[in-house]
């Protein structure tokens, strides 16, 4: 169960990132 919640928050966590990153990259142009 504790390595499932880790998985998951991992997951939200790089999904975040990915749209942050993404949202940066379309302000830039």
Request: proline share 0%.
């Amino acid at each position: 169960t504790h390595t499932h919640t880790h998985t998951v928050l991992l997951g939200a966590t790089f999904t975040l990132h990915c749209h942050c990153f993404a949202a940066m990259q379309m302000m830039n142009e």
